[in-house]
């Protein structure tokens, strides 16, 4: 924790530090994915791999199956939200 800074503030500084984290991530891996930035640092390298896996396609499934509420099930999700005042 950073002296003197209130919790909800220190957790609205952390939420931001992580977009702008993410943002830059993202920034590099589209230069990697597209082969625009050398991949060979002076103390790591990037490697691209291709996976591929299979995937449901919910879509094509029968309307009697979607509809059908024993196929269903519920979760619960806990969310912690931070706003400027």
Known sequence: MIRNMHPADE???VRADIERLK????FLR??????T???MG???VVEVAVFRSRRFLREKLPP???E???F??????EQVRVRTR
């Not at 943002?23 to 993202?26: L, T």
């Not at 589209?30 to 082969?35: E, H, I, N, Y």
């Not at 269903?72 to 999700?77: A, C, D, E, S, V």
């Open 11 to 13: 957790l609205a500084m």
């Open 23 to 26: 943002s830059r991530e993202a």
């Open 30 to 35: 589209r230069g990697f994915l597209g082969d």
């Open 37 to 39: 930035l050398p991949r």
């Open 42 to 44: 002076n103390e790591s």
């Open 64 to 66: 009697d199956i979607l």
């Open 68 to 70: 059908n509420e024993a």
């Open 72 to 77: 269903w099930g519920t979760q619960r999700i």
